[in-house]
């Protein structure tokens, strides 16, 4: 067995023995179990055997049969290429690439259009932003002073980076876990494992209690590991045993135990020359600062020391990692309740328990790259868990729900996976393709599953059995995410600038909502306006300002990891895309564009619009309206209201 296995190949010194034991039913769970070999269904009706064009058909079919129910007919292809630009892209194609694809109907015109995409540099900036959610990517702090953090753009570049060259999710996991452990020398470790700094950190001003900060940094480092890497609710455990799976407090503490010496680094990026005018500006404020902290705490001069804080210009910009720092150790104990104040036993490093045999010893407290031991044992390729979260995230983002539908807890409380033997066979294929995510995309994409038309109104049968599309009997239609619509409004109206990576970009926002920040100064608008047209991904992430426009449409707080965006429904979407000054400001450029491209004809220009925003013609009512309101009304109005139509808000 491969838990016995990294024990006795001596990854750690064994040290006390733990006393933990885990009835049968505990570990019987099926995502602790470890991954099936099953064999691929085969179908003895030629019409089954036309449409199995893959292992992901012939699984998806099987349930199908099982249930007595259909598969869609496949999409059209206008539909099909709308559909995989945005799932690998997350941009829309223009309409000379839609008739291309329309017009091409070579056998092999899809599996190009898929490659050419996975290939394609908007691959690595559209799938980077599902990795940024899961770990809670942010450019400040949270808490009240929500301070910016210069240098984290640095970490984002390094997430596009590697899923553009596709690099094995094994060896992706590794270098954030353990970055700097693996090569303190190279920069590009060290970003990597600006992973742990990526949560929300709270600063207080005045006395400071050493082991509850401490402990906060070290919850924040514990907690993603469970839900954005393991798909278990391991948080869950930090006051008391898990309540629903076999967690034990004790297992939650020992993997806390593995950053036991991981502190906080910051690497210079400035000069002297920098430095020394900002000792020149804060030295004022710091002094007075410092009298104020001889004082007597209150919670008059907590506010003082607030106040004063708040004058002092943005920090110098650091990149932000982690090291080993054996001298700042400090013991980790079980804490009754999750309380710093209220320690308990002390625990050494050691994985969850109900995936050791009973009686596992810990591996120790004190062992040589610690981070780089768990990281092995995560990205293991017989950890049950590990393989099937990522794959189970990958088919999520083409299918709009995972076969396990809740992403990040595969526990009891979880979902259980609507195709168990899917997933399973998927994950051997992950593996033993090297963990390399491209060819998984390639032959979700190449399946008849996954060309299915959305159908609209669905078969009473269907609406029956399986009202919530688990088993796939449709391609399920989403809603644009917020970046996907803020990109595709740029994008249509010619405005897209599609300059990659570097430092983030700071937009104009209402003078209103800048007063609501702790330290307004902070938001620094970037000068070059140019810059405000770039992707979404490449905007300024602060934790306590979200974008109006990304707000509504549901982008995440990034305080917590977030599984999956939420889509809600409600009227002040449609009153930021009527009234929003970013999408009247979009409108205005596609009618632009437009008009340099139509010319002044009506009918001309009713072509052109649908064709670059929906990616297919007006059909003749359509046609019909919208020559009635061009004869007295703005094309810039018509404009707008093509972004409210839901052939642009939503994929099917």
Known sequence: MWRVAILAAGLCAATAAADETYTPAERRHWAFQPRAHPAVPSFSSPADRQWVRNPVDAFVLAQLRKTGLQPAPAASRRTLIRRVYFDLTGLPPSPEEVERFVADHSTDAWPRLVDRLLDSPQYGERWAQHWL???????????????????????????????REDKPYDQFLREQLAGDEIDPAREEMLVAA???????????????????????????????????LLGITLGCARCHDHKFDPIRQKDYYRTQAFFATTQHKDIPRYTPEQQAEWKKKTADIQAQMKVLLAKPISDALEM??????????????????????????????????????NPGEAVGMRPIGVLLPDGAPEWGDRIAAP?????????????????????????????????????????????????????????NQFVEGGWRMKPLHRLI?????????????????ASEKDPDDRLLWRFPRRRLSSEEMRDAMLAVSGRLNAQQGGPSVIVPIEPALVKLIYNPAQWAVSSDPRQFDRRSIYLFQKRNLLLPFMEVFDSPDRLLSCPRREESTHAPQALELLNGDFSNAMAKALAERVAREA???????????????????????????????????PLSEFALAIFLVNDFLYVE
């Open 599 to 633: 010319g002044a004809n009506h009918d001309r220009q009713i072509g052109r619009i649908f064709q670059l925003a929906l990616g297919r013609d007006a059909v003749p009512a359509e046609r019909r309206a919208a020559l009635r309101y061009l004869k007295d009304g």
């Open 445 to 461: 994409l190449l399946s008849s599953t996954y060309r299915q038309g959305y159908l609209g109104a669905a078969p009473p049968q």
């Open 194 to 228: 600006g992973f742990h700094r990526l949560g929300p950190l709270r600063k207080n001003a005045g006395n400071q209690d050493a082991a509850y900060n401490r402990n906060e940094i070290l919850v924040e480092m514990t907690n993603v590991i469970g839900s954005g």
């Open 304 to 341: 003082e020391i607030a106040q004063k804080q708040a004058q002092l210009p943005p920090p110098l910009a650091a990149l932000e990692t982690v090291e080993d720092n054996p001298a700042e150790y400090m013991p980790v104990h079980v804490l009754a309740r999750g309380d710093s104040g």
């Open 133 to 163: 959610d899961v770990v809670r990517f942010a450019e400040s702090d949270g808490f009240e002073y929500d301070t910016h953090r210069a240098e984290a753009w640095r970490y984002r570049d390094y997430v596009i980076r590697s899923i």
């Open 371 to 427: 981070r780089l031991a768990l990281a092995k044992w995560i990205a293991d390729p017989q950890n049950p868990l590990t393989a099937r979260v990522m794959v189970n995230r990958i088919w999520e983002h083409h299918f709009g729900a995972g076969l396990v539908a809740t992403p990040n807890d595969f526990g009891r409380m979880g979902s259980r996976p609507s195709h168990p033997e899917l997933l399973d066979w998927l994950s």
